[in-house]
């Protein structure tokens, strides 16, 4: 065995081996991958899947890595022997609500550039799985491009193929520790001896906690059986000519968990309906101990249900579900992780360490593909941010945590998930000063980054009452997790006065005496300003993408302060921290979970805190875009900078955790005749887009540059920042092929939930990064990037939602206040 690799690949399952195919693609071969189990059949989750890929997806991301993998899968063979079989997929309905659920995934599929998806009806839909009962089903969708592959036969050939250009494979290999030093890795640790290496890239499945604890390294996810059964032969598949290991189209039947393929002349069919049978990491069998380690004992009672079931939609089954051949009933186990997302990228603990984890077969090939381009170039092409392995809380990757939500993602594999539908359990993990008076004010709590936020509150029923708009009697899909209080929330917002609870907003401390030019170097906007200045700014990739959107503070000469979006809040906090070289002297503290954060917004503001601080808060005192310490009554210090997300009048408040109910109360008796009220989160987001502001993740990411987002205004060209070059190179060439446009529905009735298709001249053009009803102006907003020439207010465009197009307009943006005159008042 080599003593020596530039690139370790601990896992020779479908991620390990793509992984190291596709370094070689990129001209890296000094890699060794090494397995504990036989190569290439290895005893992973790899060796029993059967490789069934459905690619329609509702993030954009796992859509375009699914379809990466279908062509990388499609264009190898073993020894002339074919791959992947291209055999179309159905997903059926059996409930009128799954049969309007799949005209969204059909959206889904438009909107991310899957080809020749059609719904059919029962008929149709039999005449593509003629086994099928036309009876069971309301109806399916065709996606043509979907179908099943020989999963292990692809391993072996693109292991091969990677092994002809130079890499190392050895099986038989456990990988037993690391050599770390100095934070970063140098080598690793076997039961062969140690190899020494410049990086690691672990692809270990289900025992990725396992290997990332030898590395300090947490890789939340956890080992859940799924059932899978190889049915015994079916007489109607006897007359199947050719090469019959896959003719007939895969099928899912997502109302009861359930999915299946025709495999010659029998049906494998998988089974997602029973209570998850969780294996924790010390239970996993070693090689040698009996079947392959993936496999644990057949459950036989779990399988009742979905026999049943199988039986009514497809007849000639029953009776053939219980093959005699233990081999053919398996529990076989493979990861799931708290948010179903998958774990990639450097650890922010270890430098050197690199994780490519809870991937599936459907996505590997691409997912190993974008892993490898970030190790080479800096940044993988696509937007990672649900999969980046730095995105936890450390909460996130207690056991607890991770056993509880991995189990419920099972349950929900196949659900139909509401954008806003909440976890039930475990609730209350992370409460804001200002709970107790939420709950007072009757608040609908959604949950995010573990804290508790407010949606709505009850209190502010009365507030809806005589309101006649057209969107006070929302129904459907869009009106679950609404109510009309949002809509009144927004309004007085905008008419008077509201608290926001912001504290989960991220927010750390970056000092010391080389922060302001570390800062300057990492950011494209000036950060060098007086003290008490706010600048909005981005940070960019080495192509010029948005990496971080978020505010910074100069609180004094070496102290600033960060403050960013909860969600995003553990990315952007390793992002920064790995951009620090070792020579410069600058600490971050993420100070999140000790200060309470409050937005006090609206025209009515500045005569609430007039009320209950000493301060001059006048526009001329206390400009737009300043910050400093304030009294609030008896709360002190209060950081208050004038600033807001909403588009109006007012201050963002910081200050101890434990004076929050203080300040609370003393903000709310000074509001009490200026129409003061609480706001949650529902009106935020739809204030947020009517005045035009961006999320990350959403509307801008990696894959977007700051021009074609619209926010060329935060960019300082006087400047040297990272990016810059590329940023340039774009502003240089014509300006960007596509431009990040705002538009919105010509019903005011008619209000979209987000990645929904857009059409022009009947042509998919674009899909739906933001959406949100604009109370303030009376139509259903929303945001996406369109060509350029079409990104141009007037422009006719139709929104596709539930399978029914909705005329929209291109307008100017923002909607709400264009010259910022109401934040600067
Ligand atoms: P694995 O294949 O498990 O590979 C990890 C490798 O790491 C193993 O070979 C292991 O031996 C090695 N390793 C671990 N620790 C060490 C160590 N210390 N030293 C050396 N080597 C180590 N997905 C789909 O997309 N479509 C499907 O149809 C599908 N069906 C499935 C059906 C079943 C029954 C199961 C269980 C899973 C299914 N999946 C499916 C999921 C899919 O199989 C997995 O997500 C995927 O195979 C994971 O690949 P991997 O390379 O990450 O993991």
Redesign the pocket.
């Known amino acids: 065995m080599r003593e020596r690799a530039q690139t370790v690949i601990?896992?020779?399952?479908?991620?390990?081996?793509s992984a190291a195919y596709h370094l070689t693609d990129l001209g890296v071969t000094d890699v060794l991958v090494?397995?504990?189990?036989p190569l290439f059949e290895?005893?992973?989750?790899?060796?029993?899947?059967?490789?069934?890929?459905f690619q329609t997806n509702g993030s954009r991301t796992l859509s375009r890595l699914a379809q990466d993998s279908v062509a990388l899968y499609d264009s190898v063979d073993l020894d002339g022997e074919r791959c992947w079989y291209g055999v179309g997929g159905l997903e059926v309905a059996a409930t009128p609500e799954r049969m309007e659920e799949l005209k969204r995934r059909q959206g889904y599929s438009r909107s991310f550039g899957i080809e020749d998806t059609e719904l059919l009806t029962p008929a149709e839909a039999v005449d593509k799985s003629p086994l099928l009962d036309p009876r069971t089903i309301l109806g399916a969708y065709w996606i043509p491009s979907d179908g099943?592959g020989k999963?292990v036969k692809t391993v072996t050939a693109l292991g091969r193929e990677a092994q002809a250009r130079g890499v190392g494979f050895e099986g038989g290999?456990?990988?037993?520790g690391f050599d770390i030093r100095d934070g970063r890795v140098h080598g690793v640790q076997?039961t062969r001896g140690p190899v020494e290496c410049e990086r690691v890239l672990i692809?270990?499945?289900?025992?990725g906690p396992?290997?990332g604890a030898m590395a300090g390294v947490p890789i939340p996810l956890v080992a859940v059986q799924?059932?899978?059964v190889w049915t015994d032969p079916i007489p109607e598949l006897d007359g199947l000519a050719g090469d019959t290991w896959a003719q007939q189209p895969v099928v899912r039947h997502q109302d009861m968990s359930l999915?299946f393929r025709q495999r010659e002349d029998h049906f494998g069919i998988?089974n997602y309906r029973h209570e998850p049978i969780v294996t924790p990491q010390p239970s996993i069998r070693r090689h040698g101990d009996g079947p392959m380690?993936?496999l644990m004992p057949w459950t036989p009672d779990d399988f009742d249900l979905c026999e049943d079931e199988t039986a009514r939609m497809f007849p000639s089954l029953e009776g053939r579900m219980r093959p005699s051949a233990p081999e053919r009933s398996?529990n076989?186990?493979?990861?799931f992780t708290p948010d179903g997302g998958s774990v990639v990228g450097e650890s922010a603990a270890v430098r050197g360490v690199w994780v490519?984890?809870?991937?599936?077969?459907?996505?590997?090939a691409g997912m190993a593909r974008q892993v490898v381009e970030w190790m080479e170039t800096g940044e993988p092409s696509y937007d990672l941010a649900e999969a980046d392995a730095n995105r936890f809380y450390p909460f996130q990757t207690s056991p607890a945590y991770v056993v509880e939500r991995g189990k419920q993602q099972y349950r929900e594999v196949y659900d139909i998930l509401h954008p806003l539908q909440q976890p039930t359990t475990p609730r209350n993990l992370r409460l804001t000063p200002f709970h107790a008076r939420h709950r007072g004010l009757g608040a609908e709590f959604l949950t995010g980054a573990g804290w508790e936020r407010p949606q709505w509150f009850r209190a502010n029923h009365d507030l809806v009452g005589g309101v006649t708009h057209e969107w006070s009697r929302r129904a459907g899909w869009a009106a679950r997790g609404w109510s009309p209080e949002v809509g009144a929330e927004h309004l007085a917002t905008r008419s008077h006065a509201a608290l926001f609870d912001i504290t989960p907003f991220a927010k750390f401390d970056v000092a010391g005496p080389d922060a302001l030019a570390f800062l300057e170097r990492v950011f494209a906007n000036r950060i060098d300003r007086p003290v008490g200045s706010i600048v909005y700014t981005a940070a960019l990739t080495p192509t010029g993408g948005i990496r971080l959107d978020l505010t910074v503070i100069r609180k004094d000469e070496e102290l600033f302060r960060v403050v960013t979006g909860g969600g995003s809040g553990q990315h952007d906090l390793a992002w920064l921290r790995r951009q620090c070289r070792e020579s410069e002297r600058v600490t971050i503290t993420e100070r999140t979970g000790s200060l309470f954060a409050l937005g006090l917004w609206g025209p009515r503001a500045r005569d609430i805190l007039r009320q209950v601080t000493d301060a001059d808060v006048s526009d001329d005192g206390f400009p737009y875009l300043t910050a400093r310490y304030i009294d609030v009554g008896e709360v002190s210090p209060v950081w208050a900078q004038r600033i807001s997300y909403v588009g109006e009048l007012g201050w963002e408040l910081y200050g101890q955790f434990a004076m929050g109910d203080r300040i609370w109360d003393l903000l709310w008796e000074a509001g009490r005749d200026h129409g003061l009220i609480a706001a949650g989160g529902g009106a935020f987001d739809s204030l947020r887009l009517e005045k035009g502001y961006r999320l990350w993740g959403q509307d801008i990411h990696t894959e977007h540059d700051p021009i074609e987002a619209g926010l060329g205004f935060a960019v300082r060209w006087d400047k040297d920042f990272q990016g810059r070059e590329a940023l340039e190179a774009i502003r240089d060439g014509g300006g960007p092929a596509e431009r990040l446009a705002c538009m919105t529905v010509d019903d005011p009735r008619t209000v979209v939930m987000g990645k929904e298709p857009v059409w022009h001249d009947g042509k998919v053009v674009s899909y739906v990064t933001s959406a949100a009803y604009g109370y303030s102006i009376g139509r259903g907003i929303v945001y996406g990037y369109l060509p350029a020439a079409l990104a141009v207010p007037g422009t006719l465009v139709e929104v596709e939602y539930f399978g029914v197009r909705h005329a929209s307009t291109v307008t100017d943006e923002p909607l709400w206040d264009p010259k910022g005159e109401r934040l600067k008042a």
């Open positions: 601990v896992g020779a399952g479908i991620v390990g081996v090494l397995d504990q189990g290895t005893g992973g989750s790899t060796s029993h899947a059967p490789g069934i890929i099943a999963t290999v456990i990988v037993t076997t692809c270990a499945g289900f025992w396992t290997v799924h059932q899978l999915y998988g380690p993936s398996l076989g186990m493979f990861s490519c984890e809870a991937v599936w077969v459907t996505h590997a």
